[in-house]
């Protein structure tokens, strides 16, 4: 859709500000009165700010502040706003009604401001947690209609499509994941929604790949992994594999760094599945082809797992695994779904537990929340519980960590670390 359609780009200005002022003021009545002919995502052309911004930024608890429209914060009230004292509520109601309204969750301002980074900045928590369940709504539908789509595209394969590129979206890590600027979608993982292009598997796997002590790049400078994960890896590993002679199972060799942990681990078996060239290359090097306990699988796991899981003649091979961890550079939330759909079961033993990184959104917290709650739903519906490890991240910016690499894939402060089982 396009964003002009979205935000009434061709909206008065005045009637724009009539919507912000009502949205920000909290005037319910006067703001059900404008949605009827004006849209729930006009912008302020200065600010950035939409109805959403406004009405958040209407709760300020410091007060007083200037709004994008020019009017001062608790200036003027209505009979359905909530009365003095009581603004959170109010704005609650009235970030409620645009969301109905069609209002879009993650637009940003002209401060780079999604609705739920102001509310979190401004410390209002019942309107944070609004826009991220706004957030999981948006993101579960739209992956529902790809699905759909995709499915229809299925009826008819030209031949175009046979050589089509997956998405231009990151799984590890999670370049993607940003929100649109404006009106380009709703999704926090459409690669069209990003401000830099991004790899997709085919490109990333017939990249070169540069390997330094403490990352990889590819000839982008995209950071494929670096050693600062080394700690959540750790962490990872002795929780999955906490005890010796398990049997562990590897999508996604990276810098080996989890493979090190496994291995430290003494399991009694460990297959690794890698795709890119260069990797395997320097495995190779590094002599994790000649390990006793080691397997080293050659490919695309959507390639290599089917044939882990069933032979040529569609014999099982009741290969199981006690513990596994997946992550992939470049590929979408989808990828990551099908394969805990429709892999996991042919692979873990029961009892097993398996991870991956979680790196979704992780540029923006209000996106790593969404995707965490959006990952769990799936996991319930997938029949997985799932338990959540909160692990410190350092700053990385002040380290200096994203010297040199394209677009820093981690901004937060927290990395939550998922285990998830079988349910039962």
């Known amino acids: 859709m396009e964003s002009e359609t979205l935000h009434d780009a061709d909206a008065d200005p005045a009637e724009v500000q009539q919507v912000l002022t009502a949205a920000s003021h909290h005037d319910l009545r006067s703001l059900r009165a404008l949605l009827r002919t004006h849209s729930a995502s006009v912008q302020d052309p200065q600010t950035g700010y939409t109805p959403l911004h406004a009405a958040i930024a209407g709760a300020d608890p410091s007060k007083e502040k200037q709004q994008p429209n020019g009017v001062v914060n608790g200036e003027t009230g209505n009979a359905e706003s909530g009365g003095e004292g009581n603004e959170e509520e109010a704005a609650v109601r009235t970030v409620k009604l645009l969301l ?9 301002n002209k401060d780079d401001e999604t609705p739920g980074c102001l509310a979190l900045r401004l410390g209002l928590t019942d309107l944070y947690n609004i826009m991220v369940d ?14 759909y789509e995709q499915l229809k595209d299925e009826d008819v394969v030209e031949p175009a499509d046979l050589e089509a590129p997956t998405s231009t979206e990151a799984n590890h890590p999670s370049p993607a994941a940003e929100p649109a600027p404006s009106g380009a979608s709703e999704s926090t993982t459409d690669s069209s929604t990003t401000r830099d292009p991004q790899p997709n598997q085919p490109t990333y796997l017939s990249s070169s790949l540069s390997f330094h002590s403490d990352r990889i790049l590819d000839s982008s400078a995209n950071s494929v992994m670096m050693s600062w994960e080394t700690a959540l890896m750790s962490r990872t590993a002795a929780l ?25 681990a003494s399991p009694s078996t460990h297959h690794i599945v890698e795709a890119h060239p260069s990797v395997l290359a320097r495995m190779r090097e590094q002599g994790w082809y000649d390990r006793p306990n080691v397997v080293v699988h050659e490919g695309r796991w959507q390639d290599v797992l089917p044939r882990l899981i069933e032979s040529e003649d569609g014999a099982p091979n009741n290969l199981l695994f006690d513990a596994i961890y997946f992550d992939t550079f470049a590929e979408p939330y989808a990828a990551l779904r099908t394969f805990f759909e429709d892999f996991i079961i042919g692979l873990l033993d029961e009892g097993g537990k398996w991870g991956f990184f979680n790196g979704l959104g992780a540029d923006r917290q209000v996106c790593y929340d969404v995707y965490a709650k959006v990952v769990e739903l799936d996991l319930f519906e997938a029949g997985f519980d799932v338990e959540w490890t909160s692990v410190e991240v350092p700053d990385l910016e002040a380290r200096g960590e994203w ?3 394209r677009r820093a894939y981690w901004k937060l402060k927290e990395y939550r670390l998922p285990i998830a089982c079988f349910m039962g």
């Open 100 to 108: 109905q309204n069609g209002a879009i969750w993650n637009d940003l």
């Open 134 to 147: 706004a957030g999981v709504r948006a993101e579960i539908l739209l992956n529902r209609l790809n699905e």
């Open 240 to 264: 999955l594999a906490s005890s010796p002679g398990l049997r562990v199972l590897n999508i996604g060799h990276g810098m080996g760094i989890i493979d090190s942990e496994f291995q430290s």
């Open 403 to 405: 010297d040199g690499v």
